[in-house]
């Protein structure tokens, strides 16, 4: 499996922005769509965006549309999530996620295609 350590979290107040990071211990990452889903206190965890292993697929939550922005670099095997105009309904614990299947050209966008997680970062934004 992949090994995966998500950075960046913090507290920000809203309309700020957040850079997070997902470093990838295997270098087949970078053959693997990845995505980022999120959890709050008392509700169930949330996709939030995923790319393909390329970058040529991107897909995002309603939510999060316009506002976040997910791509890698797989020359670093790591994965982002930039975050801009962050809101406090987007307070939650963010994962990264890496998909098994390499070399895909779709990009999946439940929890269930996703074969390694991280252990999260926690986001709060402030009002």
């Known amino acids: 499996q992949v090994q995966l350590v998500e950075s960046g979290g913090g507290l920000v107040q809203a309309g700020g922005s957040l850079r997070l990071s997902c470093v990838a211990s295997r270098r087949t990452f970078s053959s693997y769509p990845m995505g980022w889903f999120r959890q709050a206190p008392g509700k169930e965890r949330e996709f939030v965006a995923a790319i393909s292993w390329s970058s040529g697929t991107r897909s995002y939550a309603d939510s999060v549309r316009g506002r976040f922005t997910i791509s890698r670099d797989n020359e670093k095997n790591t994965g982002y999530l930039q975050m801009n105009n962050l809101k406090p309904e987007d307070t939650a614990v963010y994962y990264c996620?890496?998909?098994?299947?390499?070399?895909?050209?779709?990009?999946?966008?439940?929890?269930?295609?996703?074969?390694?997680w991280g252990q999260g970062t926690q986001v709060t934004v402030s009002s």
């Open positions: 996620a890496a998909d098994h299947r390499p070399y895909i050209v779709g990009v999946p966008t439940t929890p269930d295609k996703f074969g390694s």
